[in-house]
């Protein structure tokens, strides 16, 4: 194992029922880098995304988590990992300074650190007084928000986040994306699927593109090219 | 009005359909399961009321007036234990934002039609719950006076109606006018207030029930114990009981008509009062007001917070705790009255009897609030697995945490069952119905826990009261029933000498035991598969 990669998939096939989800993808995510993942609906992007973060169990290949293969040691292995779903629904009846007080005591942080975490993540959105009311009456947006700034909680080594931008206003858009850019650039990791093109260009380091269960391509440096173009092709040569 | 009314119903007879479909036969047989338990429920309420009506009528004067008594105790007790659960059922409907009426809300639609959909359902529930207490009681009363059967039916069926209105039209316009202030600055004091008003009125219910004067009927001489007996406050003061109990024994005459007309103006102002109020309320749902941090992050033994996330999830959403202070009364009202029932007036040779119901009563009560909140806890995690079962936390930790907190949800119910055992003298048998009662309580929390936790419908996990009373819920309360029928015999057993009770006791706690370890097992397997399977 490279000591970079804090994401390593070797041969990971999924199926449901007679439905192939995943079909022998191999990817790696190293230290410092935001890899999006982008393809049409239903092509494995999310059945990825949980397999990664120990949801799903895969049929066959493997998960590992900065060299920690989370189907053998998966405490360890969650330890690692900051994840935010497609749809971050969350306890309506906590507040929002609750579930992240929550989260880090189960993620075992003593409470001076907590106070601290939670203190600098509160900064990041404007939500402090969202944050005080009860989670029943969040927006789609402030939902994802609080989910964000808790995946964030107890310094994890891979954040793995689906859709992160769904719901979300431009400001809010812009704050998340330099987050995972200063997140991955002081020594984490970043996997995350999206269907906005545009988010991925600007942050991502690398792209890969799903289509019908596979990897079927990948690119570095993605400000270099013409990303929907690229994409674009991929797939009608897919279909083609 | 009507048109919507109509849309409404035909949207919950589409609602049922849809849940039939899917495993159609294995929830026709738990429903049918359920509702033959329901018909023997009220057949053994029929045949207690028969054989103890007979008993009185072989007391000349002193057991006909008896019978009166028991028969307006009944309906008192019914009448009050009604507006509660209307006033639960309205509130839980008004605190619980829904998908179906949000929609409504914003459709031009008279608020009158989706409150006389609402006032349906719960007249629906309340006649249901009339069905096996008052009808079997009625019955049992004209089998013994030998009243023919039309007659007998046009009266009871009258009763229930009338009784059923009555109680919604008081219940729902109690709810709405405490919840239409719950969230502004007044609302502690409405919701203290209703809380002392149901406590108080309880008190009153079984003032009037069980006066002082009731004692001295024991010592009266036959020439005064007339007059005494007629100037009972249940038997001259009490409205309601005094009207409903005419009807039942002397047909459609006065007390028909003036209760039948209170009924009518007090459901005319109920709808009046939830027309106007009903928007403003909807309203005041949606409010969302800043909450203090309740330390969910302050102590390093991690468990106790989850143990807390699961206590609020109770505490702070109205719905449930409304069921968890109506079910916790219901249990307060019915046990206190049986027990302070049975020590009044039930003749020695039936006491036997009596504490084995008394006690199957606790336990069967006791089941249905175990079921109703702590049973769905896992299934409540529905939504939120993605957060909890990516957390690096064991399975068995999860299950373990759930445990604990279903035993502090049923405190509730040891604090009844140790009310119950030991008011009035506390003798070696009621030390003994106290260490059995609580032990059965204690097994019930486990083992519904644990089943709830086996197979749960994270599907319904938003909505507690489709995953307590759909599939798995109801075949809880089968097996809850069967549990608590089962015991029963073995307490008889105990009281009649044929089991030593410390046996009787260790048979209890062993059996408890082995029967929770597999349940343990399976819960702990399946949370891990739930786990890695979302």
């Known amino acids: 194992m490279n000591r970079e990669n804090l994401l390593s998939i070797e041969n990971l096939s999924k199926s449901f029922g007679t439905l192939l989800a995943l079909d022998s993808v191999s990817l790696k995510v190293n230290k410092g880098e935001v890899y999006a993942l982008i393809g049409p609906n239903g092509s494995g992007k999310t059945t990825l995304i949980n397999n990664i973060v120990g949801l799903l169990k895969p049929d066959t290949g493997c998960v590992t988590i900065a060299g920690i293969d989370i189907d053998k040691k998966p405490l360890v292995a969650k330890a690692l990992i900051g994840f935010v779903p497609d749809n971050p629904v969350s306890y309506p009846f906590l507040t929002g300074n609750e579930f992240l007080y929550l989260t880090g005591n189960l993620r075992n942080i003593d409470r001076t650190t907590l106070d601290r975490e939670i203190e600098e993540l509160r900064q990041l959105f404007p939500i402090s007084e969202v944050l005080q009311t009860q989670m029943s009456g969040y927006s789609r947006g402030n939902l994802q928000k609080t989910a964000f700034l808790a995946s964030l909680i107890g310094s994890p080594k891979l954040l793995d986040i689906d859709e992160p931008i769904v719901g979300l206003d431009p400001f809010s858009i812009k704050i998340f994306g330099e987050k995972l850019k200063q997140f991955s650039k002081s020594g984490g990791a970043v996997f995350l699927s999206t269907h906005t093109l545009s988010f991925a260009h600007k942050y991502a380091d690398r792209v890969g593109v799903m289509h019908q269960g596979k990897l079927i391509e990948e690119v570095n440096t993605p400000q270099k090219l013409d990303l929907e173009k690229m994409y674009e092709k991929t797939i009608n040569n897919e279909y083609a | ?534």
């Open chain 2, 1 to 534: 009005m009507l048109s919507s009314l109509q849309a409404l119903i035909r949207l919950d007879i589409q609602a049922t359909r849809r849940w039939l479909e899917k495993e159609a036969f294995w929830k026709s047989v738990i429903t049918l399961v359920f509702l033959l338990l329901m018909i023997g429920v009220g057949s053994l309420i029929y045949y207690f009321a028969r054989f103890y009506f007979s008993y009185l009528t072989t007391i000349e004067t002193y057991g006909e007036l008896t019978i009166g008594y028991v028969l307006r105790a009944t309906i008192l007790i019914i009448t009050w234990v009604g507006i509660l659960s209307s006033f639960i059922s309205a509130t839980s409907f008004l605190l619980s934002p829904n998908k179906t009426t949000d929609k409504l809300v914003t459709l031009p639609i008279d608020p009158l039609g989706i409150i006389s959909w609402q006032i349906i359902k719960t007249l629906f529930l309340n006649i249901s719950m009339f069905l096996i207490t008052i009808f079997p009681l009625s019955l049992a009363y004209f089998s013994v006076k030998g009243i023919s059967a039309p007659e007998v039916f046009f009266r009871s069926i009258s009763v229930l109606l009338i009784l059923s209105l009555l109680v919604e039209s008081l219940g729902s316009s109690l709810a709405f006018i405490i919840t239409n202030r719950l969230k502004k600055r007044e609302g502690l004091l409405y919701l203290t207030g209703a809380i002392a008003l149901f406590i108080g009125g309880t008190y009153f219910v079984y003032k009037i029930i069980f006066p002082p004067s009731l004692a001295l009927l024991e010592s009266v001489d036959i020439a005064n114990f007339g007059n005494l007996f007629t100037n009972l406050p249940l038997m001259r003061n009490c409205f309601i009981a005094g009207s409903f109990s005419g009807i039942l024994e002397n047909g459609f005459g006065t007390h028909f008509l003036a209760i039948s007309l209170v009924t009518g103006l007090f459901l005319c102002l109920s709808i009046l009062i939830q027309r106007s109020l009903f928007i403003s309320n909807w309203q005041q749902v949606r409010l969302s007001v800043p909450l203090p941090n309740l330390g969910l992050g302050s102590k390093q033994f991690f468990s106790l917070n989850l143990i807390k996330k699961d206590l609020l999830s109770i505490l702070r959403n109205p719905k449930e705790l409304a069921y968890a202070i109506f079910l916790f009364l219901m249990l307060l009202i019915f046990i206190s009255l049986l027990t302070r029932g049975i020590e009044a007036r039930v003749p020695t040779r039936f006491s036997d009897s009596a504490i084995v119901f008394s006690w199957f009563w606790l336990i069967f009560y006791s089941g249905t609030f175990i079921i109703r909140l702590v049973f769905p806890l896992m299934a409540k995690e529905g939504r939120t697995r993605w957060w909890l079962f990516t957390l690096p936390l064991k399975p068995s930790h999860i299950v373990e945490t759930k445990l604990f907190a279903s035993l502090i949800v049923s405190l509730p119910l040891f604090l009844v069952g140790f009310v119950e055992w030991t008011m009035g003298d506390v003798g070696t048998q009621n030390i003994y119905l106290l260490a059995s009662g609580l032990i059965v309580i204690a097994w019930l929390s486990l083992a519904l826990s644990l089943l709830g936790m086996i197979k749960p419908d994270y599907s319904l996990g938003d909505d507690p009261d489709r995953v307590s009373t759909g599939f798995s819920g109801i075949l809880a309360l089968v097996i809850v029933i069967f549990a608590g029928i089962a015991l029963s015999f073995l307490i008889d057993a105990s009281l009649k000498g044929f089991i030593a009770m410390a046996d009787s006791l260790g048979l209890l706690f062993v059996g408890g035991i082995v029967t929770l370890i597999p349940l343990y097992i399976s819960a702990r397997k399946s949370t891990q598969e739930h786990t890695v399977e979302v």
